[in-house]
């Protein structure tokens, strides 16, 4: 009778539902809101998750709990409740294969820098379109602070982990939209106020000042903070990196010419991501440098600018693994100022994660930058 007894204990250890599954391969119904579930998470209850890498899309085994039950039914997340003994059986498949289980314990805070945040308050438009990352995290229901210039001369940097970039022209030449958009009411009224707003500073110009704001930007993450970097903000930052020491700038944005010699004076040891690059200088060439060779006459549709994402060991290279985890491994193309990056001009030390099929051209990487990335 005793043995039948602890028979029976055993058996109901094995098939208790003590954790949840989040599956995040393209049986997830909702991948944006299950992130958004993981983050809050570990912001409400403050208990480890589980990230299963390279598990059916970069999994997640969460403790049982009614926060996450809810959370899913609500928002029509896909999960399940699992068994120790199904625990089991992952925890035995990742360590046969190439996965890993990393543990995640804190939500991190997270700033986007967008001129949407001064936009409302100065009443101006700041773009005719919508910024990816707001669009993102908004649906997802993922908190973030939305910052700008004052904020990261202020030094309000150092309260966030994450820093998000999007179509920001570090360089001062107001994206170099000169061509198409000079005479547009949105152009203009953000041009007056990027000047006025490097007068408050103290800066010649809207170009001193953004360069300013791009060394405070490589401070922060020196210092051991993650920056995220898409479209124009990709190479405009290193740019401006790159000409601490000269003005690259042409009259028509700031009033003075450029340095004659500027190309003698580039600096590439203070870059993030890019070396030896060529910087255009023609005001009427939507084109920061030679870093980007996304083909804007081919439409993303087409096929042209899908790219793979690596498959990295994910027990050697944790980190990488997790920045490709994604319900497929071939991801469609998109467009964008800067959005396809010339392999040559990438540092030797920075990662590639995402190629297009001709391997000679990369759509996302990543790298080290002092004590963050």
Known sequence: MKRLFFLIIVLFKIFTYSEIFIPMDNKQNDHLKAYGLIYNFLKVEKQKIKWVLNYRGGSFILPNSGFVTAYCEKRNITYSNISNAEVTYIENTVKDNNMEIVFLEKSPKIAVFTPLAIARENNFETDPWDDAVVLVLNYAEIPYDKIYIDDILGGKLSQYDWLHLHHEDFTGQFGKFYSTYRTAAWYIEHKKFLENKAKEHGFSSPAV??????????????????????????????????????????????????????????????????????????????????????????????????????????????????????????????????????????????VIMGYLKDMKRAKYIYGPYGKGF
């Open 209 to 350: 000042l953004l360069k300013k704001v791009a060394f405070d930007i490589a401070d922060y993450t020196s210092k051991g903070g993650f920056l995220f970097a898409m479209c124009s903000a990709t190479d405009s930052l290193d740019i401006a990196l790159s000409a601490v020491k000269t003005d690259i700038v042409p009259v028509e944005f700031d009033g003075t010419s450029c340095d004659p010699n500027y190309e003698k004076k580039l600096n590439f040891n203070i870059t993030f991501a890019f070396k030896d690059f060529h910087i255009i200088t023609d005001p009427n060439i939507y084109e920061f440098s030679d870093i980007d060779v996304s083909n804007y006459g081919v439409p993303a549709i087409s096929g042209r600018e899908d790219f793979f994402l690596f498959d990295f060991s994910a027990k050697q290279d944790p980190i990488p693994t997790m920045l490709c985890q994604d319900h497929q491994k071939l991801v469609h193309g998109f467009m964008g100022q800067t959005s396809t990056f010339k392999i040559d001009k990438i540092k030797d030390n920075v």
